[in-house]
């Protein structure tokens, strides 16, 4: 550490590691006198003295106070991640989940005496069907991709009792990325299909490819372009009937929750995200929820246990013949259901709607507020998101990581970007709906005023970031030899 960087107000802006604060002598506590003879420990059993540094409880306490300073997170600013929906979930969720009965609970318990748990499952089970319009829903998959690999292998279960073995499946250009590697895993070929003009699927484009070989449609929707699938019903209608299933990403259900109906548009089976749209961050590693809702036809086939109500008690059962088997060791996050519960009877029906109105007003606000000032390549209402492109900035040789470097001088956490990979250099903004206009007006003055940087100073932005403690990076370095000390 140079003396330059040692703190003199406050502001620390370099923190040392614990290892080189330590002195020898020094407590964290102090352990109540012995009242017991000392006795040796046999090194060979327990190993050599751990090296521990030796602090002061304060010194601890300050050292990861200061760490923590130096993230962001949706608690201290305005996090527009495109496609992980970073919104600000509300702490008693938090205090709900942490209750010693729920934390507490261990997965083994005998189902009498976790009877309220398993209801909270079987009931959070039936909002996600209400709010989908799906039949059926195992919580079992940890995540979104584990909830894709869980509708694919869905799909070929429901394809072998009809002695059928199709190879392929159909994955738009506009899918997450999770998407065809999910089908990839289950030993399905993915073929590509290309998006329309508009950012959106055809009919037509669908008729060409589906075929009696093609086990299904695997489209997310909205798409990651943050545009609705208006085409979907009919799509849906070409495929099933051709024999195959159609797969919904309903990672994205934050733009529709309560609003669009996916059984009825045709959707076969559809997972969700609870880890980005019902109380849980997104990020940081999980865990994750990532339920599956199906309709009636592919219910049997859902992962067992499932959760069944027998008179008046809820139990786990493992009596489905046809299912695909665990997905999970026990019955998945258990934690983060709590969270989407306490959501969903907090938020109410008409609270999950308009949460999804206003993520959606959010996100057309900022765009037609920036369009023209950036590159807008689909101008057309967008639902959670909207993606724009850095071709006005490229004149002055200014590209799309620059500006997202810049906004994080500004105090933005950037958004999502190279991402979705059919726009060029795109800038993916989800604001959420938790944002208040004031905060998305700052975050347009930020952007408007990195635009004006761009034309007048683009070395600011090539520099970008100044004020945060690690400067621009090369990212390949920090990849592969990540200097973890700070
Ligand atoms: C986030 C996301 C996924 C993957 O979810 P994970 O929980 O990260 O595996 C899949 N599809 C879409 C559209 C997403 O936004």
Redesign the pocket.
């Known amino acids: 550490m140079k003396d330059s960087d040692l703190a003199t107000t406050g502001l620390v802006r370099q923190e040392p590691l614990l290892w080189e604060k330590g002195r020898e002598g020094r407590e964290g506590f102090s352990m109540p006198r012995r009242d017991v003879d000392s006795f040796p420990m046999d090194e060979s059993l327990v190993g050599p003295k751990p090296e521990v540094p030796s602090l002061s409880e304060v010194e601890i306490v300050r050292h990861y106070t200061r760490l923590s300073t130096w993230n962001f997170g949706v608690d201290t600013g305005m996090y527009p991640l495109g496609?992980?929906?970073m919104k600000y979930n509300p702490k008693v969720n938090e205090k709900l989940a942490s209750l010693p009965g729920f934390a507490g609970a261990h997965p083994l318990l005998p189902e009498r005496m976790v009877q309220g748990n398993l209801r909270l499952m079987f009931e959070l089970e039936r909002h996600l069907a209400e709010i989908t319009g799906m039949d059926a829903v195992t919580l079992q998959p940890a995540?979104?991709?584990?909830?894709?690999l869980t509708g694919m292998l869905l799909i070929h279960a429901y394809h072998k009792s009809k002695s059928r073995t199709p190879a392929k499946i159909l994955v738009p250009d506009t899918?997450?990325?999770?998407?065809p590697a999910s089908a990839a895993l289950c030993g399905m070929r993915p073929v590509s299909l290309k998006s329309g003009d508009n950012g959106i699927l055809s009919k037509e484009a669908v008729l060409d490819l589906m075929d009696e070989d093609t086990a299904g449609i695997m489209v997310?929707n909205p798409n990651?372009l943050g545009l609705f699938e208006e085409n979907l019903k009919e799509i849906a209608e070409i495929v099933h009937a051709k024999g195959g299933l159609v797969y919904g990403?309903?990672?994205?259900m934050n733009a529709i929750m309560g609003l669009v109906d996916i059984g009825r548009i045709g959707v076969d089976i559809l997972?969700l995200?609870l880890?980005?749209t019902f109380s849980t961050p997104?990020g940081g590693g999980g865990p994750?929820s990532?339920p599956v809702c199906v309709n009636r036809s592919l219910e049997p086939f859902l992962p067992v246990p499932r959760i069944v109500e027998r008179g008046e008690e809820v139990a786990l059962s493992e009596d489905f013949p046809l299912s695909i088997g665990r997905l999970h060791g026990f019955y998945g996050s258990f934690g983060i259901m709590v969270r989407a519960y306490c959501y969903i009877l907090s938020m109410g029906a008409e609270g999950l709607k308009q949460a999804s109105r206003l993520a959606v007003l959010n996100a057309n606000y900022i765009k037609e507020r920036l369009k023209g000032i950036f590159h807008l390549p689909f101008d057309r209402p967008c639902m959670h998101e909207c993606v724009f492109s850095d071709r006005f900035q490229k004149a002055q040789k200014i590209i799309t990581v620059d500006i997202a470097k810049r906004l994080m001088d500004y105090g933005f956490h950037p958004p999502t970007i190279y991402f979705p990979l059919v726009v060029d250099g795109a800038i993916m903004i989800e604001p959420t709906e938790t944002e208040s206009k004031e905060d998305l007006d700052l975050f347009i003055e930020a952007m408007k005023i990195i635009a004006e940087e761009a034309k007048e100073n683009p070395e600011l932005l090539k520099k970008a970031p100044a004020k945060c403690k690690v400067k621009r990076l090369d990212e390949t370095l920090a990849a592969r030899r990540p200097c973890l000390a700070g």
């Open positions: 496609s992980c929906t995540a979104g991709a584990q909830g894709e899918a997450h990325g999770t998407n997310t990651t990403d309903g990672a994205n997972h995200n880890h980005k997104h994750g990532g």
